[in-house]
């Protein structure tokens, strides 16, 4: 089955720096890869995803990278704000319909 | 929509005590999947439906764990008998399909204790 690791498992950064976290996946027929956020206390939730014909998109701050060739993909977050702070999870799926997930990166953005 | 609902929030039960959880997901959606959240193994995906079909179980770890959908707008995960490595926060999410471009829209989670 489908195998995702995602670096860091914490992240530390001041308010104004960029974030980059980072996944790579085994199964070359995986095709979409969803970035997801979940804040203290609440579910996880979707904020931007990325189909394997495409190789980046953005949405205002945030932005995802892929690289099928390597079969990694990461998250980009410029200009952190506190709010920002919660654990993303990476995910992919396509081989299987059902998303596999990353173990998660911890976000901190410190005023 | 008020998105997927999970009740009860918190429970904190001893061991050995049955415990069951509870999901509406979003109104329409024909998928829907219990995870289980721990530090140790992140997000898990214990067992999925189709149409109120269970699809895949294979994520349940034994057979103290049961999951039932006995109708489109209802789903329980029920543990008996607890234990204290049951401890975790429990999703349900929901989709409206089943492809690979489908999005999981999550629960607020119910956060167990068992003592």
């Known amino acids: 089955g489908e195998n995702v690791e995602q670096h860091p498992s914490t992240l530390s950064v001041q308010e104004g720096d960029s974030a980059v976290i980072k996944c790579t996946y085994s199964?070359?027929?995986?095709?979409?890869f969803p970035w997801y956020k979940q804040e203290l206390g609440k579910g996880p939730q979707l904020i931007i995803d990325?189909?394997?014909?495409?190789g980046e998109k953005k949405d205002q701050r945030i932005a995802v990278t892929l690289n099928k060739t390597a079969k990694h993909f990461s998250l980009h977050i410029t200009e952190t704000q506190p709010e920002d702070s919660a654990v993303y999870f990476c995910?992919?799926?396509?081989?299987?319909?059902?998303?596999?997930f990353g173990r998660g990166t911890s976000l901190i953005v410190h005023p | 929509d008020a998105g997927v609902i999970q009740s009860p929030r918190h429970e904190v039960t001893e061991m050995g005590q049955e415990v069951t959880l509870r999901c509406k997901p979003i109104?329409?959606?024909?998928?829907l999947f219990w995870y289980r959240q721990t530090m140790m193994r992140g997000l898990e995906l214990l067992i999925y439906?189709?149409?109120?079909?269970?699809?895949?179980d294979s994520g349940m770890p034994e057979d103290r764990f049961s999951a039932k959908m006995p109708n489109a707008s209802f789903s329980t995960l029920k543990i008996q008998p607890s234990e204290p490595r049951d401890s975790a926060v429990y999703f349900c999410?929901?989709?409206?399909?089943?492809?690979?471009?489908?999005?999981?829209?999550f629960g607020p989670g119910t956060r167990l204790l068992v003592l």
């Open positions: 995910a992919s799926s396509g081989g299987s319909y059902i998303p596999t």
């Open positions: 199964d070359s027929a995986s095709n979409y």
């Open positions: 990325i189909r394997s014909n495409v």
């Open positions: 109104s329409g959606h024909d998928y």
């Open positions: 439906f189709n149409n109120n079909v269970p699809i895949d």
């Open positions: 999410a929901s989709s409206l399909g089943g492809g690979a471009y489908e999005t999981q829209y």
